[in-house]
């Protein structure tokens, strides 16, 4: 049997004891760790299983999927992963090739940056589709979340953002010359996700959202040292939340006033805050 | 301080190693009995905790909050919440309760059923707001579940409907005569919610979906025994799925090739589900 076990958001304690369970029996346990983390490293889940990891990066997932799952037809294999198993990304590709192995695969289930967002005080009924955020580079800037966003807005939802995250990644140079030599990773920031949404507003100019418009910078959700940051977009790109996972909620017309009396202790600028609720939700006007 | 702990979706083991650390060491451990329910009763419950566990009705929650809080100021005191504690519900009151008090409190989160219906082989980003659908009675079809559909609908994103619970409900005469006497549980299943939305569409008639839209029927999502039906709507009216919890999604015309791919194999039937996908979902077409 195939396990996808998922960890959770903040540390090895986030673990279900149904997914323990299975990685204390497993026969070899994986973790992936290319499209999220953890805030503690591989050494503190193998000490804390009393076993040892191995780190699946997105090579092995993708190209080497068959060496994961050898044996797994007599035995048990745990795939670990951060969040829910069907959370952001889901192993389709895994999953599907355990399947013309004849492999069953089971899921054990975990919270995911989807609803753990809560703890903004937005309702989860207000939210519409999730969007991705991945780095610009000079020439590549795709904005197919700026349509996304739209259609949310259109119907007044709240949209969460989730940004990129680069682990192991090989430099141009480094890829062309078949150079196995990775870059440090890098995760965006609440700051260069403001900065990225304001650019493509800058060049579109739909209005699909503002420089004031109301947002809250969201960083290591479910972990004990979570933090928010309520503010405009402007301000957002000038507001350092720390170490990573760092995540933005773009918010609808649609808000309410009691998730403003929630979110307003997060304010970045109460002047600026009562200004732009005024402006875009205070349903009154 | 006052700890809101996530308990997964199915069973005893589905709370999180670090819920269960909060569990065991709490003053008093509260069960949230109302919104939702796990597999498993209470003795269950008590057995693993190896401690009582008091049950919470609405009343005791929306009436008797500051006996819930008595001493949460010194001590820890655990309220359980199947599912997530920024799910479906969130306990509000109970929280801002607290803060009035000065009650710090924390969450720990866990598998809610807005992930986990991502077994059902459909991507979380395709999805818009989560809708509820509640019992209709003779002279009360609270029909806003319709505007919020034809909203997803309007950008071709998938709607996952919540459907009602209702526990320890008095009847107009009992509460009226201030009898506690209570009605059995009812949990609506993937029949009646089908069976409703086709009776408001009948009604409205404004083509927010039709009688051979397709939808996924889902019971007991997240546990050993979950089971998917997909199917039209007017098929789902007759589809049985056994035991509660169940909810249903009605699929938004965005529907990719590669969900498809994997609903299928839940499907009631091959043939009608064919013709639907090819009316309402093929890009071709």
Redesign the interface.
Known sequence: MLYLV?L??A????????G??VVKRAERVYLEAYTSILHVGKEKLESFYGRPVIVADREMVESSSDEILEGADKADIAFLVVG?????T?H?DLVLRAQELSIPVK?I????I??????TGL??????????MVFFTENWKPASFYDRIR??A??G?HTLMLLDIKVKEQSLENMARGRKVYEPPRYMTVMQCAQQMLEIEDEKKEQVYAQDSLAIGCARV?ADDQQFACGTLKELCDVDLGPPLHSLVLLGKRAHE?EKD?IKKFAVNEETFEQSWKKYHDRNQ
């Open positions: 998922g959770g958001l540390d090895e304690t986030d673990i279900t004891v149904k323990l369970e829910d198993p069907f959370g952001a889901t389709t899921s289930p975990n919270a995911s989807l609803n753990a967002i809560g703890a309702q989860l009924y207000n939210f519409g589709q999730t969007v991705s259609e949310n259109s119907i939802l479910g009691l929630y």
